[in-house]
């Protein structure tokens, strides 16, 4: 284990973002935001999520990935490969087991190369909560605040400094370059576990309880209450964007005269030109249908594949949704609560 | 050759691009008469026909920009000539509205503009044409808004 | 008088058992204090649901358009700028006022959560908010705290020129007196102050962060296309690849399209998740369209032609005519 002081934090900034991108937590004017950071920007790294789950840096929200041109001899093709290695730092427990469910999707046979190779040249950073906030509900789904395993590195806050534990290669690779802004930090060993400690139990708990949601909602597809709280539901894509486990995407071609590019871009099926195909029909005619899709993905349809909810806890979409038709509520509406609370 | 030298260079082979959408009846009456009766405009001009000002949609003026217009023209009959009655009184409000939007955006007024040419008037098409090419030009390339892709 | 949760439950009681309208669209409370959402309500047993308290924020007559498709009648409970989305939707003919039973609530402005988060500082202890006259009053684990009401109202609510409904069928309380607000055109009038530089930085900034999830349209008492020249597919007008360009195009046609019509309720701007200031667009356009064409508010009158919807022979330009 090695610490940092806080006060030497932007001479860390600038001596990772020498050797590699570097992604911080920055605030965009009231939004905070996982940007390549610059010289002269200012990092939160309190803020306890950024507005958009940095997903958003290994699953872009648009990517480029084929460039083409028609020449005499038919079609010529460029393939775009992402760029070097990167430090993302700062990420959330929650962000990462979001990350970690992507790589289920992207990484299962055949794989997504571009998402591969930026996974694999990504350090990451995983930074412990200290103050969980109201909306949060990651314990829910076996997500310890105070740990990030998997995570190259895991940043601990004890208030005037930053605990560093290395967890890969990666992460003693890191801690070596950083090595000269470091101090031995074995002996706080205890601090950084009673900081660990004391974030897990100020998770609120909400009264939730999933044990078994997986099996009933098997049931479920048919069952009247899909005909109830979608009601107020604006089919805006505001949840899917904000969710870190949200992974649609739609393709397109952008052509111009001779030449053209292929990307892709995040797409949500709250939107009714998601399933809408080109006879114009569309299986998902309404917005219960796609509320239920959005749901029953989360709860039933993901978890059948990987054994895991795809919900990290992380109250995004509990702070953002315009008309509260967040996981709590749709968890609470679809019985997954300890017996006797509310 | 110098990074100065190369971009000066470039500025100088730049050549503003106008896209004009002419009402049917009037303006490119009027454009025709320009043409018939030997009256030069610049080439920077690519007319697009409509059947009335009116019938241009904001998003028609974007899209132009999108795809690298540097500068936006929208003409059509003097109000109380149009055709159709009432289109251009129509096109006077939404147009002068959206000309205000563009600029609180941070678009010159320069770079999109709006005027009545009608049948008979050639000389002033003409005219109008070499006005917005040289004001365009004054400006530079438009980026903004720009799809750069 | 204020209107009080238990006046609401007994006029949707009525309203159920006297069959005078199929469903009542109302709010309810969510799982914490700052979540108050819309409630539909159709059965008697789900009347004790119904609350009124300073996050009933969400205007109910956007779901008027989905909800008529089945109903012949519903009934909702209409804030100030509620009612000015009644006047727009019978304006642009799709409700008939006959379809709808209005229940009027006057309203002396909704509280900001965020506002009130920072001043209770532990968020966590909060349990319940609650106005009393002038004051929001907090229940925390601690105890109470007396908050100034107009020191935490959202945003929107501090330039409210319409508290009290301009269209009902009954007032549910008496009609508040209007009170000192903000003056609307303030940021605008100093956005178009400054350079063709600076504005275009503001603004590309903004756009640059939207996340295209049209919660803005969505939420929009304005936005009643059957199809959003956004949702078309061929051609295809707004590409779907966030870049700048794309999202100028969105934001100034978004903006365009509700010229005229917009009811100034900043609903737009509550619900954007990445905070982009979209009421100052469309103030932009109130505000021109008033210059221009003569002092026009959306929403007052369903009878008065919209001003993009007509003209008068000797209407000003923004632009030279000679």
């Known amino acids: 284990m090695k610490k940092l002081k806080k006060e030497k934090l932007t001479e860390l900034w600038s001596l990772l973002a020498e050797r590699t991108s570097l992604y911080l937590p920055v605030d965009e004017g009231g939004s905070v935001n996982f940007l390549p950071w610059e010289k002269g920007m200012e990092v939160d790294l309190d803020a306890l999520n950024s507005t958009i789950p940095p997903k958003s840096i290994f699953f872009q929200q648009t990517e480029v990935y084929l460039q083409y041109t028609t020449e005499e001899d038919g079609l010529k093709f460029e393939e775009i490969t992402p760029q070097g290695p ?9 962000d990462l087991k979001g990350i970690q ?24 950073v995983a930074l412990t909560c200290t103050k969980p906030d109201s909306s949060c509900f990651c314990t829910l789904f076996d997500i310890d605040p105070g ?16 605990v560093f534990t290395a967890q890969s290669e990666k992460g003693e690779s890191l801690l070596e370059a950083i090595a ?4 031995d930090a074995e002996a706080d060993s205890k601090a950084v576990e009673e900081v660990r400690r004391q974030a897990k139990a100020a998770v609120p708990t909400h009264g939730l309880d999933v044990e078994g949601l997986k099996e009933k909602l098997d049931s479920m597809f048919d069952d009247p209450i899909w005909g109830t709280f979608y009601r107020r539901c604006l089919g805006c894509g505001t949840c899917t964007y904000l969710c870190p486990t949200c992974h649609c995407f739609d393709i397109q071609d952008h052509t111009r005269g001779e030449e053209g590019l292929r990307f892709r871009c995040w797409d949500s099926c709250m939107f009714g030109e998601f399933t809408l195909m080109a006879s114009g029909h569309n299986p998902r005619p309404t917005q219960k249908e796609r509320v239920r899709n959005r749901f029953l993905h989360k709860l039933n349809y993901y978890p059948k594949n990987f054994e895991s909810y795809a919900c990290v806890g992380c109250g995004r979409c509990v702070r953002k949704c315009p008309v509260n038709l967040d996981m709590i509520e749709v968890i609470k509406a679809l019985g997954g609560v300890t017996s006797g609370s509310c | 050759m110098s990074v100065t030298e190369k971009s000066l260079q470039e500025k100088q082979a730049w050549e503003p691009l106008i896209v004009a959408f002419c009402c049917n009846w009037c303006s490119y009456a009027g454009g025709d008469l320009a043409g018939t009766s030997r009256m030069p405009y610049p080439a920077n001009i690519r007319v697009i026909r409509v059947p009335c000002s009116s019938r241009v949609n904001p998003m028609m003026v974007l899209r132009a920009f999108q795809r690298g217009a540097d500068g936006v023209l929208v003409a059509g009959c003097h109000p109380g000539d149009c055709h159709y009655t009432s289109g ?11 000309r205000r939007l563009l600029e609180y955006t941070g678009i010159e007024p320069e770079r999109f503009q709006v005027t009545w040419i009608s049948g008979s008037e050639g000389a002033k098409f003409a005219q109008v044409m070499n006005r917005v090419t040289e004001e365009v030009r004054a400006l530079g390339p438009n980026r903004k808004l720009r799809d750069a892709r | 008088m204020k209107p009080t949760v238990d006046k609401l439950k007994e006029i949707a009681a009525e309203t159920l058992v006297g069959k005078k309208a199929e469903l009542i669209l109302g709010w309810q409370k969510g799982s914490f204090w700052w979540q108050s959402f819309p409630a539909f309500i159709e059965k008697q047993e789900e009347l004790d649901s119904l609350t009124w308290d300073p996050f009933c924020v969400a205007n109910l007559s956007i779901y008027l358009l989905e909800e008529l498709k089945r109903k012949k009648k519903v009934a909702l409970f209409v804030k100030g700028c509620d009612a000015l989305a009644i006047n727009r939707l019978l304006q642009d003919k799709c409700i008939e006022r006959e379809q709808v039973l209005l229940y009027g609530l006057p309203c ?3 509280a900001d959560r965020a506002k009130i988060e920072a001043a209770v500082g532990e968020e966590l202890s909060i349990r319940e908010v609650r106005r009393d006259g002038d004051e929001f009053i907090v229940l925390t684990d601690n105890g109470e705290q007396h908050l100034d009401a107009s020191n935490y109202l959202l945003d929107k609510c501090l330039s409210c020129r319409y508290p009290n409904p301009i269209v009902y069928d009954q007032l549910l309380a008496q009609e508040i007196d209007t009170f000192p607000v903000k003056e609307r055109f303030q940021s605008v009038v100093k956005l178009e102050n400054s350079t063709f530089e600076e504005r275009y930085l503001y603004w590309s900034g903004h756009f640059n962060r939207c996340l295209r999830c049209f919660a803005c349209r969505n939420v929009c008492p304005a936005c009643n296309c059957r199809e959003c020249i956004f949702d078309q597919n061929e051609p295809r007008w707004l590409g779907k690849a966030n870049i700048l360009s794309e999202n100028q195009f969105c934001h100034l046609i978004r903006a365009y399209h509700v010229a005229g019509r917009c009811i ?13 200031p979209l ?19 959306a929403g007052t009158d369903p009878e008065e032609p919209q001003p993009l919807g007509t003209f008068k022979l000797d209407d000003p330009a923004s632009f030279s005519e000679s």
């Not at chain 1, 299962?108 to 040249?121: A, G, I, M, N």
């Not at chain 2, 251009?88 to 002068?96: F, I």
């Open chain 3, 279 to 297: 009421q100052e667009l469309n103030r932009k356009l109130i505000k021109d369209l008033n210059e221009l064409y003569g002092d026009y508010d």
């Open chain 1, 180 to 183: 000269t802004l470091l101090e």
């Open chain 2, 88 to 98: 251009n009184y129509y096109t006077r409000r939404r147009m002068s509205v959206f």
């Open chain 3, 108 to 110: 002396k402005g909704m």
């Open chain 1, 86 to 94: 990167a430090v993302l730092f700062g990420v959330r427990p929650c």
């Open chain 1, 101 to 124: 469910l992507l790589d289920n999707v992207f990484l299962q046979e055949p794989e997504d190369s571009l998402y591969k190779q930026r996974r694999l040249e990504t350090t990451i």
């Open chain 3, 264 to 276: 100034d309720c900043g609903e737009c701007q509550r619900v954007c998740p990445m905070d982009i």
């Open chain 1, 147 to 162: 740990a990030a395993p998997g995570a190259d590195l895991l940043a601990t806050d004890l208030g005037e400094e930053f």
